[in-house]
């Protein structure tokens, strides 16, 4: 029987950065099914055409769903149940996101922000990107692996509104920043919105909204009803599909928030493009390891 | 809204055709070409090792893999365009380029050079890089092969599309018309979230 270990870990960040670049989650694929028997606009018909068959050649091929490998992040949640060494964990997810660059292989897209230098490998300082999170009586450890496209990814925003701009400041703040973003990210996709915390916890709980399966709502009613507010919002602008014109202009807004400061309103936007790509597995103590999404 | 199939190197006749909202499927040869082998181009003074007059040019950034001399192709897809506007101009009217398949579109500079000299935008699906490696059916060759993944790439491609026209050589810009058409509706919209504007 294979017991759990540290070379585990990073054999399955490899696999689940590999996995998350070829296996589209079943609730994105019935998200752009959807858009395609919903839309009308001929050229936005004609544009799901060619995503539906992207997903099936690389189903059917096994290939890559978009050529943008994005920069690796792992998100982990550690069951108190499952005592482990986070600082392996963390060396053994960023080996593994290299090796399956190297291995593969693909298209390394980290960078030096100075020197514009590529390593090839998708990590390096600071990279992979790691979340941690704990979850109570547990006893795996669960990692959900997003390769985060550029695309996307440069049309996020932030803004540290005041209280007296209400909420009003940040539903207009979220439409105006897609309707800005227009073609660039991919469209149509996950529209991920952070309300409240601090200036970098805002815009983690965007990233962490990105990640939602397509069809959830927030928890709480009051941001489910904004979720839907939204939604039908940006939906009503008609940019459609890659901004070319369409009914269908995103699959998905979702909402994570935090308390915030009485002096403090915050609101980010982080935005997913249409192959909103995630991949999960979850390492229990004997060795088993369960992928999903 | 026509749909042509056209082959490379394009002319200016069948450019000045195009009008946005057309379809076009393209045969023979294009570029693959990005930022880092644009300010090659244009900023540190290196002249393209080919020619391209009547070119079609892809935004990419391929995966390949080499193997001995030759290049094989393992992803390939399409990147934003509004990154390189700058440099559209320079590459229609030195070079002769004539169509940038590209995604998410780009801005006046670019629309007016494809007026002036005969150019136009044609938009790919983004992320649909799986369809996209599968039209082209070969890597032929690799130029500033020291800038890989950011090489100047000509790709055999066949079928290669549908792709639309999004930026036309009469002025038309397709993205424009479009966020044109959801600012007017903005008001509308506001009032009913009860935004205040």
Redesign the interface.
Known sequence: MVKFSYQLVEDTAKELYIRALKILPPDVREALKKAYEKETN??AK??FK??L???D??DQ?D???????GLPIYMVKIGSKFPVDGAQIAAALKEGAKRATLE????GSSTHPVT?V?PQTSVGEGLPILFWDFAAHQDYLDILMVPK???SE?MSAMKMFIPADGV??L??FV?DTV?NS???P?PPGVIGVGIGGTADLVTKLAKEAIVRPIGSHNHDPLFAKIED?LYE?IN??????????GSVSTLAVHIEWAHTHITLNPVAVNTQ???ARRARAKIYPDGRVEYGF | ?ASYHLTTPLTEDAVRKLRV?D?VILEGTIFGIRD?TLIHIFDHKNTPPVSLQGAVLLH????L?KTGNRWEK???????S?RMDRFTPGLMEKYGVRAIIG???QYQGSLDAMKKWGGCYL?I???????E??QVVEVEKVYFEELH?EALYQLKVKNFG?L?V?MDSHGNH??S???A???K??PE??K??????
């Open positions: 001929p050229t004609e544009i060619t995503i068959a992207n997903v050649v690389a091929e290939m890559l769903i978009c050529q943008d490998t593969y292989p693909f298209r514009r590529n496209g550029s695309g440069n009003g400041a539903k207009k439409i309707l227009g073609a660039n991919c507010e919002a009503s602008l008609g940019f459609g599909p890659m901004g070319l014109g493009c249409w192959p | 809204m909202r379809s880092l990419t950034a391929p995966s893999k393992i992803c390939i897809g399409t990147t934003t509004g995604k998410g579109g938009a699906v983004g992320g649909a890089a799986a369809v490696t599968k993944p549908p639309i999004a397709l993205y018309e479009v966020r058409q959801a600012e509706k903005l919209i506001y009913r979230l009860g935004i205040a504007f």
